[in-house]
């Protein structure tokens, strides 16, 4: 079958102050909670399909707003180091809202720093579909199998099942405050392939040789990924 394999990549790559020592609250998101996030479920927990929805139409331009942005989940005590991600492992879910006789459509990608974490924002209408989330050594696209290089030493990849992006042929962009990201360095849509769409991000750790722990929600039109600034444990 021919795949439709596109590698568009984005001006997502940080400026070096960015890993500076310094606190991130002045650069964080404004958000605003949405009803009822899902949590995205750790390796060995599958996710079924989501529950059917209504269907939009799609901007045009990704949209840069953060309004509707899910809070994340606290993780037990106090402070910003309560709720920094520290679960490295593959994380899946069965999305929300999706119907399954269309495909979601991936309309925009944000970027914004939070206390102790950067938040990649996937922005979707015809709801939210089932995803898988891990670390790899390498992102491929489906299909071709061909190797799309990110910035980063670490890759995540995101595989969207039955998603398309709505402009294949344009770059994403993640908005103004992806200058700033101690964590993220770049942002890629790897490939769209028979109804699924792959996407990747590219992490430095700030401090700690190791990957990042990262978890994932699910709100109303959106997939959030936040992805810790520090190491979750020592590389090897």
Do not use: N
């Not at 028979?194 to 040789?209: K, L, M, P, Q």
């Amino acid at each position: 079958m021919t795949a439709t394999a596109l590698a568009l990549g984005t001006a997502l790559l940080v400026a070096a102050c960015g890993r500076g020592g310094g606190g991130e609250s002045g650069t964080a998101e404004s958000v605003s909670p949405p009803p009822e996030p899902t949590a995205s479920r750790s390796a060995g927990e599958t996710g079924g399909p989501g529950a059917p929805g209504a269907s939009g139409a799609a901007s045009a331009t990704p949209s840069t707003s953060s309004a509707g942005v899910p809070d994340a989940p606290a993780a037990g005590g106090d402070g910003p180091a309560a709720d920094t991600p520290r679960d490295t492992s593959r994380k899946t879910g069965g999305g929300r809202g999706a119907d399954a006789t269309e495909l979601a459509v991936l309309t925009g990608v944000r970027v914004g720093v939070h206390g102790s974490y950067d938040r990649v924002v996937l922005d979707f209408e015809r709801g939210v579909p089932a995803y898988t989330a891990e670390y790899v050594d390498a992102l491929h696209q489906d299909g071709s199998g061909e190797e799309v290089p990110v910035a980063g030493e670490h890759q995540i990849m995101i595989i969207l099942s039955r998603a398309q992006p709505e402009h294949p042929e344009r770059k994403f962009d993640p908005g103004p405050r992806a200058a700033a990201t101690p964590t993220v360095r770049e942002v890629e849509l790897v490939s769209y392939f028979e109804g699924d769409t792959r996407f990747g991000i590219g992490v430095d750790a700030r401090r700690g040789g190791g990957r990042p722990g990262f978890r994932v929600t699910v709100a109303e039109g959106r997939l959030v990924v936040d992805i810790a600034h520090e190491a979750a444990a020592p590389a090897g």
